[in-house]
């Protein structure tokens, strides 16, 4: 029990390091959350900074799911362990007690967590939501999609119970981050990715 409350402090301290933060102060003297959708994240630097600045804390978040789940395997010797740790770490980045509980919407730290213990569903949702997000230039829709299709995945892998049912919570921590994208897609009003810098 004290290994998995460990991971679980561990995951979420991981998650607290915000690269869309940093990216922003060295690279442009801004602080991220007050700019374009105000979002501690990878599509708002990309928006706001452009697509190197993007990159960049697109590749630190997912190593952030990377790091913490490798650890959790690493201090519980179990999957369930790992997955406990990369959700936390999940929460950390949506949640940061350090950047007052604003944050990220957590879809590329939850892939880092799939890259390390599930890499052929990792490989399937690349193949199926980049496409998606290059077609529709919706990445929220993109993001949705990862979201729903991860449990169903596990599920058709025939994964264990307690591995599904946590798949379902990165599902619905994802959905639930991306409420409002929801609500826009259905009205018709969300913001397409552009491939240009829009600027501060």
Do not use: C
Request: aromatic share 10%; hydrophobic share 55%.
């Amino acid at each position: 029990m004290v290994k998995y409350i460990l991971v679980v402090v561990i995951g979420y301290m991981i998650g607290n390091f915000a690269s869309s933060y940093f990216v922003g102060k060295l690279m442009a003297k801004i602080d991220i959350r007050e700019h374009g959708s105000g979002n501690a994240g990878a599509t708002n630097i990309f928006r706001v900074l452009g697509a190197k600045a993007g990159t960049i804390v697109f590749i630190g978040d997912i190593l952030k799911g990377i790091l913490a789940t490798a650890i959790g395997l690493w201090i519980t010797g179990d999957r369930v362990g790992a997955m406990l740790a990369g959700i936390m770490a999940v929460v950390g980045h949506n949640w940061p007690v350090l950047l007052n509980f604003k944050g990220g919407k957590g879809i590329a730290s939850s892939f880092g967590l799939i890259i390390v213990l599930f890499p052929k569903i990792a490989l399937i949702l690349f193949a199926v939501v980049v496409p998606l997000m290059l077609l529709t230039r919706y990445v929220s829709l993109g993001s949705i999609t990862a979201a729903v299709l991860f449990p169903v995945l596990l599920i058709a892998y025939q994964e264990p119970l307690k591995i599904i049912l946590l798949g379902f919570v990165v599902a619905l921590l994802a959905i639930l981050r991306h409420k409002d994208n929801l609500v826009r897609l259905w009205e018709g009003k969300e913001n397409k990715i552009s491939y240009k810098r829009s600027g501060r």
